[in-house]
């Protein structure tokens, strides 16, 4: 199990609103900020979001991640069907001392 | 263009070391940044190993930390991975990133901008 916890799968049509959360606890998104990583099939982990709402340059601001308490989450307006990805949040444990992902979710475009 | 690139055996054996390096080209290894490893089984979720400062300093994931090495050559700008006594749960997709933030007082806090294509290592006999 991981340390953040992710819903398994999620999905949505094109043109839709969709969220992904992350759950988390105090050690962890309670007490750092989180980042948002996506996974194309075949392809290596791309940063999404850091520091729980920022945007790198060159990502979509149909993109937004937000951060309340030990819970965080990613929305993805205007879903496209190249948005079809694997999507993992990440943060530092300040008990495991050590940085933790989640589980990952898997984005369906229907 | 900041570049990353994994190189390393293919297939290791039971008990052995596996050993990887990182190449980073069209940025130096010396500038202020860390760099770490992380790893990802078949069909599964990203698991960290670690950060290395071009200087040596490092942070390693408490369940690997028996059994890593990390290691830099600034005069190669590239970085380098040892996984001593692997076994099949080693195998997996290796990645190398580049480290933005910081690491202070046992923490870290930063994202991995650049990643490396990855390399897939199998363990077997």
């Known amino acids: 199990q991981s340390v953040l916890t992710q819903p398994p799968s999620a999905s949505g049509t094109p043109g839709q609103r969709v969220t992904i959360s992350c759950s988390g606890s105090?050690?962890?998104?309670?007490?750092?900020?989180v980042n948002w990583y996506q996974q194309l099939p075949g392809t290596a982990p791309k940063l999404l979001i850091y520091s729980n709402n920022q945007r790198p340059s060159g990502v979509p601001d149909r993109f937004s991640g937000s951060k309340s308490g030990t819970s965080a989450s990613l929305a993805i307006s205007g879903l496209q069907s190249e948005d079809e990805a694997d999507y993992y949040c990440a943060a530092w444990d300040d008990s495991l001392n050590g940085q933790v992902f989640g589980g990952g979710t898997k984005l369906t475009v229907l | 263009q900041v570049q990353l690139q994994e190189s390393g055996p293919g297939l290791v054996k039971p008990s052995d070391t596996l050993s990887l390096t990182c190449a980073v080209s069209?940025?130096?290894?010396?500038?202020?940044?860390?760099w770490g490893w992380i790893r990802q089984p078949p069909g599964k979720g990203l698991e960290w190993i670690g950060y290395?400062?071009?200087?040596?300093?490092?942070y390693y994931n408490p369940s690997l930390k028996s059994r890593v090495t990390m290691s830099v050559d600034t005069s190669k700008n590239q970085f380098s991975l040892k996984l001593s006594s692997v076994t099949a749960v080693d195998t997996a997709v290796y990645y190398c990133a580049r480290f933005v933030g910081y690491c202070s007082g046992g923490s870290c806090y930063g994202a991995f901008d650049i990643w490396g294509q990855g390399t897939m290592v199998t363990v077997s006999s």
């Open positions: 290395i400062y071009y200087s040596g300093s490092i």
């Open positions: 069209g940025y130096s290894i010396s500038s202020s940044n860390w």
């Open positions: 105090s050690s962890n998104i309670g007490s750092n900020t």
